[in-house]
């Protein structure tokens, strides 16, 4: 479906005085996508192509532009229901899951380690067993991925990884759909990680030479990534002529790239290292001087809750910060997911140039 340019022009809102959503999604080609995810899991994007993770960012911007700016009433879950399983609390996974797979007409149904004790007085494989016959499909957000690869194996429907130890997927959508809006393409980009070697970095890793994107990752002594990721995602970067930088200087990541990106230096269950990891970390804020050294159009990225030792003010609250519509994103995002997963629907909107 071809869209007329001038209603996508009137109807556009520019937020933070960013790039429009038209301006950039509005300018691929109008071609359908072989790619068929109904029925998979979202453990990790390890497990998808390119263009699979592609098609959920497209998925994501014809969802919103419909939704949002259109006011559109797109029934496409109704009928099904979501098991949302959560160990750890969150602000915004549950609120995005859970007013995004309800805006598509379905239930999600929220569990607390109060509702459900995963593993503890029902093992992994029963409750796998259990919510398929309940659910159509289950976030999970835990501590361990080993969980999630229980789930998976055990469950008869879709499990998506609301958050691991290992990975955080579906904050990685959201990532990319917001640089995609503001950039307007996500090829040649330079993505400058200045924090922990955790969860988000892995997901990255995982992902980012797939779109043609370069990666400069500083992480403290000690609190490197996974060397069985940093090897896999060696061999993404060769495969697809990115450049991979893994240092431990906060400046040397940051040099000419075009998204400074940090995190939360002490996730959850990480309290007890509270003071040994505010010390490693010494150095590792994101200020202007970071920026400095950074490419002339850079922006910056966290998804939240983020303290002031990792971003000062002046960068966290500045118009190069996109960290608020990235933290809408995980709306839009989440819901290309479940959409994906869960029905034949096909993006309307022309696909964007990634």
């Keep these: ?38 029925g998979r899991d979202l453990l990790t994007l390890k497990n998808f192509t390119g263009e699979e993770i592609k098609y959920m960012l497209w998925l994501s911007a014809d969802l919103k532009y419909r939704i ?18 959560f160990e750890k609390r969150s602000t915004r996974t549950r609120m995005s899951t859970e007013t995004g797979f309800a805006l598509l007409g379905g239930h999600p149904c929220f569990l607390t380690t109060q509702d459900i004790h995963l593993g503890v007085n029902e ?58 809006e503001h950039y307007g393409s996500l090829k040649g980009l330079t993505l400058s990680w200045i924090g922990d070697g955790n969860n988000i970095l892995h997901s990255i890793m995982m992902s980012a030479a797939k779109f043609g994107m370069h990666l400069q990752a500083a992480t403290p002594k000690g609190y490197e990534p996974e060397p069985s990721i940093v090897k896999l995602a060696e061999q993404y970067a060769q495969e ?50 970071t920026a ?5 159009d850079w922006t910056f990225l966290h998804c939240l809750p983020r303290k002031p030792e990792e971003v000062n003010d002046e960068v966290f609250y500045s118009p190069r910060s996109l960290v608020f519509p990235e933290a809408e994103n995980r709306k839009w ?6 959409v994906s997963l869960l029905t034949d629907y096909s993006p309307t909107l022309q ?3 990634f």
């Excluded at 995002?333 to 479940?338: E, K, N």
Aim: with cysteine.
């Design 240 to 289: 697809n002529g990115t450049k991979l930088l893994m240092t431990n200087d906060p400046l040397e990541a940051a040099r000419g790239g075009n998204v400074l990106i940090t995190d939360t230096w002490i996730s959850m269950g990480q309290e007890e290292e509270k003071k040994k990891r505010l010390q490693a970390f010494q150095g590792y804020q994101v200020t202007m001087k």
């Design 292 to 296: 400095k050294v950074a490419a002339p």
């Design 1 to 38: 479906m071809l869209f007329n340019l001038r209603i996508l022009l009137n109807n556009a809102t520019l937020r933070n005085g960013h790039n429009s959503m038209v301006r950039n999604f509005g300018c691929g080609q109008p071609l359908r996508t072989q790619v068929q995810l109904k």
């Design 68 to 85: 949002k700016q259109k006011g559109e009433y797109l029934p496409l879950l109704q009928g099904k229901s979501l098991g949302m399983i």
């Design 123 to 180: 093992s992994l494989t029963d409750t796998a067993r259990v919510l398929s016959s309940m659910t159509d499909a289950v976030l999970a957000r835990v501590y361990k991925q080993s969980d999630l690869d229980i789930l998976a194996k055990e469950a008869s429907i879709p499990i998506v990884n609301g958050l691991s130890d290992l990975y955080h997927p579906i904050q990685i959508l959201a990532d990319y759909l917001t640089l995609q």
């Design 333 to 338: 995002t989440i819901m290309a997911v479940m």
């Design 351 to 353: 696909k964007p140039k």
